[in-house]
């Protein structure tokens, strides 16, 4: 029997470009939806061959360790070219089987603007991909499925001039996600690893991500926070604080 539009195989699924954006971006909401008994799956659109730091093989390894310490169920890459995401049709259908293979009731991707063009992009072709795999006569020979609900996050700097639309309490999870991250041994930062320093490797990135969330968790009067955005209005079905 044909799956429907509400027949979902997991809650979320969270989209980045690179192995390690949804970690920084999100971690610590998913490893809180995952403690709450939510379903959740990552996919990352490239490997992250052209990253300076790392082979594609050892990033790969890394991924797939900080998605079991976050507790997601699933992760998954498309494998589109790291440095060269493009919001064409091709990459945009290239990402719809995942979408309906995963059947979400939430994304969760990247914001746009952003100072790395692939996270951009990223934002333009999740939101595609959702549009177009909701459409019957776009072929992959599954059921034709568009999640309901996209939420949109910053990895690295909030640079929106606009506020977020909420932000998520992620104060009990705050620490899974830094141990999350450490699973990169290759990416932040690690004396231990023979590489050259690059922007998310120095000790002032990996110092920046707990201000970042502190600073956003001071806005909601927590200790730490994550940010999200949302294209149009949000639907309540109470008054906040009042229910």
């Not at 790392?54 to 790969?60: H, K, L, M, N």
């Not at 639309?165 to 830094?178: R, Y």
Request: include cysteine; glycine fraction near 10%.
């Amino acid at each position: 029997m044909a799956m429907n539009q509400f027949d979902y195989r997991v809650d979320v699924l969270a989209i980045g470009a690179h192995p390690d954006d949804v970690e920084i971006g999100c971690g610590g909401t998913l490893a809180l939806l995952a403690r709450w008994g939510h379903r959740v799956a990552i996919l990352d659109l490239t490997r992250g061959e052209r990253g300076t730091r790392g082979t594609p093989e050892e990033r790969a390894q890394e991924a797939q360790k900080a998605a079991r310490i976050l507790g997601a169920d699933y992760r998954d890459c498309v494998g589109l070219p790291d440095g060269g995401l493009e919001d064409t049709a091709s990459q945009r259908e290239a990402i719809i089987p995942y979408i309906r293979k995963y059947r979400p009731r939430v994304i969760l991707t990247l914001m746009s603007p952003d100072r790395h063009p692939d996270h951009a992009t990223c934002h333009h072709l999740a939101r595609a991909a959702n549009y177009l795999s909701g459409l019957a006569r776009v072929d992959t020979g599954q059921p034709h499925y568009r999640a309901p609900h996209v939420y949109y996050f910053h990895p690295y700097v909030d640079v929106s001039t606009t506020a977020p639309t909420f932000i998520l309490n992620v104060t009990d999870t705050f620490d899974i996600k830094l141990e999350a991250l450490r699973a990169y041994a290759s990416q932040f930062y690690n004396p231990d690893y023979p590489g050259e320093e690059t922007f998310i490797s120095t000790p002032a990135f990996w110092q920046g991500i707990e201000t970042r969330s502190r600073y956003w968790g001071g806005r909601i009067g927590v200790e730490h926070g994550e940010p999200f955005y949302a294209l149009g209005p949000m639907g309540l079905a109470g008054i906040p604080g009042l229910g």
